[in-house]
């Protein structure tokens, strides 16, 4: 069992830059992969950035690469996405995910437990 609590969503203008973090607690933090998705009003729940047990392999959706960040921390059991140069088709509800197993960091059934979301606005 893994219990996950976001923060670091808000409202941003264009271009401007936000953290997320996502704090994990129960298993062992270093042992599993890590993703963060988004959903937007309408839309389902998209892929955006993932990241393996170590840190050492990280993964993008094509929307995001060369802008947003994800990084891990395993001594303070966090997984963080920095976005840079925001826009308004940014604005979702962001969740970071366990990667339980499966073949594939970019599919949404290969993650397991999921955090509660927070929401991020970006103004134009």
């Known amino acids: 069992q893994v219990q996950l609590v976001e923060s670091g969503g808000g409202l941003v203008q264009t271009g401007g830059s936000l953290r997320l973090s996502c704090a994990a607690s129960?298993?062992?933090?270093?042992?599993?992969?890590l993703g963060w998705f988004r959903q937007a009003p309408g839309k389902e729940r998209a892929f955006v950035a993932a990241?393996?047990?170590?840190?050492?392999?990280?993964y993008y959706a094509d929307f995001v690469k060369g802008r947003f960040t994800i990084s891990r921390d395993n001594a303070k059991n966090t997984v963080y996405l920095q976005m840079n140069s925001l826009k308004p088709e940014d604005t979702a509800v962001y969740y970071c995910?366990?990667?339980?197993?499966?073949?594939?960091?970019?599919?949404?059934?290969?993650?397991?437990?999921w955090g509660q979301g927070t929401q991020v606005t970006v103004s134009s």
């Open positions: 995910a366990v990667r339980g197993g499966g073949s594939s960091y970019y599919t949404r059934g290969s993650y397991n437990y």
């Open positions: 990241i393996s047990w170590s840190g050492g392999s990280t």
């Open positions: 129960g298993r062992t933090f270093s042992t599993y992969g």
